[in-house]
């Protein structure tokens, strides 16, 4: 077993990704297919009292209309397993909901049909932000390690700030879709998802199915970022059509209605107080985190994931609450709080740097972590420094003016440099894989795995053509889809580690079973299909089942039922964390005062680096996003309404090319063998914090201007 650098090779699918010919959910081609439009409600609470269908019934094409008494009860509750999704009902939690769905012949009778739809409803009260009348915190449990108010009390030099971050929502390319075939008594649905034996738990208890019954098929995923990781609102919605009609419907939810029906980042807010003590070196934290919740969501306010983890500040508390109103449930978002928490806390910590009067990489690097403070545990691998030199180097840090506001260029620009760094927790998760090896040069492996643009077939192909020295030309990946193999939901960024784990015990297991054909005889030459040629065997298939640092037969027994069961970022004998560090360089127009930010140098520590191209191209990806949801993008609401104003990309501005300029992309590339064989931890998420922070602390350095509030906007620098 080597733990090598890997080489750069092509991206798996990037042929056919540049010629158009992957295929995603919404391109599948069903002969008879119907079309769906999902009718959304104009209340933020209440009840539909009537859906009046005959006006939709009038159009031609509309074949039904689907309403609350078309679908089952909800499922009693228990057995432990994740919530169905919600299908149609009368009673409105959010302005959007779905109240019906209108299927028919062509996608425009569908469209007319829907907008034909007048509901009456009872509607009643409502608080739809929380800076509303009657919002109350619900704290969770809090995050502590040590004595932070002693610490503090012992601190010669305090800071204290609030930050803010705004809702925001995720607008991948590929927008949320369905497509559902009832045949033979078997219920196919072609869905973008991370999470495909998720989805077909859900289509199960909701519709009454068992597990031979639903197959759910998710190969390709144009953007995946959280949103399409849990039961989507429309899946069961379709199927259920799909089953009534004995036809196959499709629905492509329209952008606008994706804003109130897919998971969003919820706005959150952040008190931070630091501590620093005589020598200039942090000693103590005391963080209050609160985000907005809906009535019935369950995501996690867990801002405390990683800024213990950063600095080695054994003195820390944190708590964190939840602020319930009359929203859709919002969920995971890119680095869903770490990116969040990471904006915040190295703003701050940057802000006592300033305080300080020592150089902001400087100051980082007097703290070295050693030690998880919460869960009194060592580190696996923690290259956080490594990040920052090999950055800050590649930067040109060396010539940065200490004093902000000290480089303008002739034209009135001001220049300002910034560091900002992040952590995101090192996840794995169970997985089952079968590889087969045929002496006629075909290799196939299926396993757990959604690939939603992130490259996680290449990072398989690596492995597999570096253990096995096969032809890449006849290898077959067959992921994301429930009939090949047992799917997690790939999110949290255990996907590429889950994946070549199970790649790399799968091909050892291979070699062996060769090694048993060949029983002591030398093996022929060449690689194993060449050996099974030789030996007249027309192939070996082996199956193998992995699992994460102190997992057992239970997580996987779990896997098997299509179920959860990630660990991670604590182990029992470490904690593991990827980490890194974000040089931003931003301009700020003299007249406009617009931000431009026309070179980033960002340096990560994933462990080891499986494939060099997809991991650069993770990397710049989360920078982009970072700097999208700094400078662009937040979702507002309408307090006398509910629901999201700006439900489209001409008014949720996202960044175009003309926002992004040159991203120097490196890695430490150690690999952490606490954690797996290959070392390798996550990148996915990791990528996108801290560099918010380090646009902020830039814009600082540039105009003696701190921005607290997420996003920067041309007004906050006047
Ligand atoms: Mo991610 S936000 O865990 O898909």
């Not at 068992?210 to 899946?235: H, L």
């Not at 931003?584 to 070179?599: A, F, G, L, M, S």
């Not at 590339?669 to 801290?690: C, I, R, S, W």
């Amino acid at each position: 077993m080597t733990s090598a650098p890997f080489p750069d090779r092509p991206r798996v699918d990037a042929r056919e990704k540049v010629l158009g010919q992957a295929q995603y959910a919404a391109d599948v081609a069903v002969p008879g297919l119907l079309y769906a439009m999902l009718v959304p409600a104009t209340i933020a609470k209440g009840s539909v009292r009537s859906v009046p269908v005959d006006a939709a019934m009038r159009v031609a094409g509309v074949v039904r209309v689907l309403t609350a008494s078309d679908f089952p009860p909800p499922p009693a509750g228990g057995a432990g397993g994740p919530p169905p999704p919600p299908t149609i009902t009368d009673q409105i939690a959010y302005r959007g909901q779905p109240v019906a769905l209108v299927v028919a012949e062509t996608l425009e009778a569908a469209i007319e049909g829907a907008e034909a739809i007048r509901p009456t409803y009872a509607a009643m009260a409502f608080v739809a932000t929380i800076e509303g009348d009657g919002v109350e915190p619900q704290p969770v449990e809090p995050s502590t390690g040590g004595d932070a108010d002693a610490a503090m009390a012992r601190a010669v030099t305090r800071h204290e700030a609030e930050y803010v971050s705004p809702a925001q929502h995720h607008n991948p390319i590929e927008m949320l879709s369905t497509t559902a075939v009832w045949e033979g008594g078997v219920l196919t649905v072609y869905e973008g998802t991370q999470g495909s034996n998720m989805a077909k738990g859900a289509l199960m208890r909701t519709l009454r199915l068992s597990a031979d019954q639903v197959v759910v098929k998710s190969p390709q995923i144009g953007g995946g970022f959280g949103q399409k990781g849990g039961a989507q609102r429309q899946t069961a919605i379709v199927a259920r059509a799909a089953m009534l009609l004995g036809r196959p419907v499709k629905l492509v939810v329209p952008r606008g209605q994706i804003f109130h029906n897919a998971t969003f980042r919820p706005k959150n807010r952040h008190r931070i107080e630091i501590g620093a003590d005589a020598e200039g070196r942090m000693i103590a934290v005391r963080y209050d985190a609160d985000q907005q919740q809906s009535r019935q969501g369950q995501f996690p306010p867990a801002y405390h994931e990683s800024p213990p983890m950063m600095y080695g500040i054994a003195d820390y508390h944190g708590t964190a609450a939840n602020l319930r109103i009359d929203t859709q449930a919002p969920g995971y978002m890119r680095a869903p709080t770490p990116h969040p928490s990471s904006f915040a806390f190295d703003s701050a910590v940057d802000e006592m740097a300033v305080k300080l009067g020592i150089d902001p990489l400087a100051f980082r690097l007097k703290h070295r972590a050693t030690r998880d403070p919460i869960d009194d545990k060592p580190f696996s691998t923690h290259f956080l420094h490594e990040c920052l030199t090999e950055g800050a180097r590649r930067f040109g840090w060396d010539k940065r003016p200490l004093a902000a506001g000290a480089t303008v260029r002739p034209d009135g620009t001001q220049v300002g440099w910034g560091v900002g760094c992040g952590a995101y927790p090192a996840n794995v998760h169970p997985t089952i894989a079968t590889l087969r090896i045929g002496a006629d040069g075909t290799t196939r492996f299926a396993a757990a795995g959604h690939e939603m643009g992130q490259g996680i077939r290449s990072t398989i192909e690596q492995v597999l053509v570096r253990e096995l020295a096969i032809d890449p030309a006849g290898l077959e990946i067959a992921i994301g889809d429930t009939s090949v193999a047992p799917q997690h939901v790939t999110a949290g960024s255990w996907g590429t580690a889950s994946a070549v784990i199970a790649a790399e015990r799968a091909a050892a297991s291979a070699k062996a079973a060769m090694a048993d054909l060949l029983a002591g005889r030398t093996p022929p030459a060449g690689n194993l299909h060449r050996q099974l040629a030789t030996v007249r065997r027309p192939s070996i298939q082996v199956e193998v089942t992995t699992t994460g640092p102190g997992q057992g037969a239970k997580e996987v027994e779990r896997l098997r039922q299509g179920g959860m069961a990630v660990s991670g970022p604590v182990y029992p004998q470490f904690t593991s964390f990827s980490y890194i560090a974000h040089f931003v360089e931003v301009h700020v127009e003299p007249r406009t005062r617009r931000i431009r930010v026309p070179r980033v140098v960002s340096v990560a520590d994933c462990g080891r680096v499986i494939s060099p191209r997809t991991a650069a191209s993770q990397v710049r990806g989360g920078v982009v996003w970072a700097i999208s949801a700094c400078l662009r993008e937040a979702t507002e609401v309408d307090p006398r309404y509910g629901g999201w104003l700006n439900n489209d990309l001409a008014d949720y501005v996202v960044a175009v090319n003309a926002d992004i300029g040159e991203i120097d992309v490196a890695f430490v590339d150690q690999p952490d063998n606490m954690f797996n064989a290959l070392g390798a931890k996550g990148l996915g998420e990791v990528a996108m914090t801290g560099c918010a922070a380090a646009v902020a602390n830039a814009v600082y350095h540039a105009t003696g201007k701190r921005l607290r509030e997420m996003p920067f906007r041309i007004e906050n620098l006047l």
